[in-house]
C-alpha cells in the first residue's frame, strides 16, 4: 500500500467517524424533538459525507482498502455516535417495576434515595399473589442507580423503561 492510499484510508475513516457520529447525535437529537440542533448537526454530517464519498469515488489504487476504510469508519462512527449521545444528551425514561411480591422495604427503600414513585396495587390472580406496580420518570443517567436499588431489595422484579419525551406536572425526587 503506498503512502498516498494510506492516507486516504485513514482520511475516508476519520470522516467517516465524524459524519456517523453527527448522524447518531443528529437521529437522537430528531426523536427528542431537539429540531433545530438536530438541523446544524444533520447540515455538518451531510458536508463531510459528501467531501469524504467524492475522495472515496476519485481516489486510486486497490478498491477493497477504501471499501475497507469507508466501512471500518461507519462502523466506529456508529460506536462513538452511541457512547457520545448516552454521555451528553439528556433526556428522561419512565421505568415501570413489577414487583414479585408486596415489598414495602423496596419502596421505603426507592423513595429514601430520592425518587418520586407512583405505586399501584396488582392484584393477585390465578397466576400470581399480590403484586406492586411502581412508576417513575427520572433523567436517564439516574437509571442504574434505581435499577441496582430495586435488584437489591426484588430481584426477580420485572423492570420495563422507555424514553420520555415529555411529561406534564407530577413530582420529581433528587
Not at 38 to 49: K, L, N, P, T, Y
Request: with cysteine; hydrophobic share 50%; net charge positive.
Amino acid at each position: 500500500m503506498t503512502n498516498a492510499l494510506f492516507l486516504s484510508c485513514i482520511k475516508i475513516f476519520g470522516c467517516r467517524i465524524l459524519d456517523v457520529t453527527f448522524g447518531t447525535m443528529r437521529t437522537i437529537l430528531t426523536v427528542r424533538e431537539k429540531t433545530k440542533f438536530a438541523a446544524m448537526i444533520g447540515f455538518c454530517e451531510v458536508f463531510i459525507w459528501y467531501v469524504i464519498v467524492k475522495d472515496a469515488i476519485s481516489s486510486t489504487g486497490p478498491v477493497i482498502a477504501i471499501a475497507v476504510a469507508y466501512a471500518a469508519g461507519y462502523a466506529a462512527g456508529t460506536f462513538v455516535g452511541g457512547l457520545i449521545a448516552r454521555r451528553f444528551i439528556s433526556g428522561n425514561v419512565t421505568v415501570q417495576v413489577v414487583t414479585s411480591t408486596r415489598n414495602d422495604a423496596l419502596l421505603h427503600t426507592v423513595r429514601d434515595a430520592g425518587f418520586a414513585i407512583t405505586v399501584l396495587n396488582a392484584n393477585e390472580s390465578e397466576f400470581a399473589d399480590g403484586k406492586y406496580l411502581i412508576i417513575a420518570t427520572f433523567d436517564k443517567r439516574q437509571l442504574k442507580q434505581f435499577e441496582d436499588l430495586i435488584k437489591e431489595k426484588d430481584p426477580p422484579a420485572f423492570i420495563m423503561v422507555a424514553d420520555t419525551t415529555s411529561y406534564l406536572g407530577g413530582y420529581f425526587g433528587k
